[in-house]
Every structure is written in structure tokens, then in C-alpha cells.
């Protein structure tokens, strides 16, 4: 069973920096590739960053050159760490496990989610 805990998030203000964690069981984490999303209120979840075994990342233009995403083979984590926060940024932000590159993009796992995490940006 894959199970995907995040945490890390919170309210900080535009231009501040703030570190998400989703800790994966060692199933989950053996798989491809694992991915964040992010949902706003009234929007569908969209992809953030995603990043395979072989460490190939890809990134939504929207966050390219602030946010890095990574993964822990030790402890079974992935991190996203994001800098320069904008309000527009704010959202429920999700792990995904088990999913795949493909057509430049990521295809998410259907059943590898966790419960989300929220981040909140002030202007």
C-alpha cells in the first residue's frame, strides 16, 4: 500500500521561503517517479515539480527558478523547497507517488495522493 504523509506547510509572507516534506513508505518511494501538485480554491490541481529515480525533474513555468524539488533515498522524503513565495502561490499543495514523464509532463498516479498540506501566502 503506498501511503504518502505531507507536511510543512503554513502561512508566510510573499518573498519568504517555506520547506514541504512528504514522507513516503518504501513502496511508495521505490516507484518511478513522485511529483507535488497544488490546488486552489476554484482551480483543478495542477503540477508543480516532479522528479524520477534517475533525479530528471520538471517544473510548471509558473515556479521555474524558485521552487526545487528532491528526494531522500534514506529516509524515503521528497522535499520541495520553495523560495520567493507569491500569494498567487497559495494553495493545497499534494504528493503523488508512482506516476510517470510523459508528453513533457507528469501523469499522476490515480490512487498515490496524500491528504495535502496548506500553504498560504500574504501579500
Known amino acids: 500500500q503506498v501511503q504518502l504523509v505531507e507536511s510543512g506547510g503554513g502561512l508566510v509572507q510573499a518573498g519568504g521561503s517555506l520547506r514541504l516534506s512528504c514522507a513516503a513508505s518504501?513502496?511508495?518511494?521505490?516507484?518511478?517517479?513522485m511529483a507535488w501538485f497544488r490546488q486552489a480554491p476554484g482551480k483543478q490541481r495542477a503540477l508543480v515539480a516532479a522528479v524520477d529515480r534517475a533525479g530528471r525533474t520538471k517544473y510548471a513555468d509558473s515556479v521555474k527558478g524558485r521552487f526545487i524539488v528532491s528526494r531522500d533515498s534514506n529516509n524515503y522524503t521528497l522535499y520541495l523547497q520553495m523560495n520567493t513565495l507569491k500569494p498567487e502561490d497559495t494553495a493545497v499543495y499534494y504528493c503523488?507517488?508512482?506516476?510517470?514523464?510523459?508528453?513533457?509532463?507528469?501523469?499522476?498516479?490515480?490512487?498515490?495522493w496524500g491528504q495535502g498540506t496548506q500553504v498560504t501566502v500574504s501579500s
Open positions: 503523488n507517488a508512482g506516476g510517470a514523464f510523459a508528453g513533457g509532463g507528469y501523469i499522476p498516479a490515480s490512487r498515490s
Open positions: 518504501a513502496r511508495a518511494f521505490k516507484l518511478n517517479a
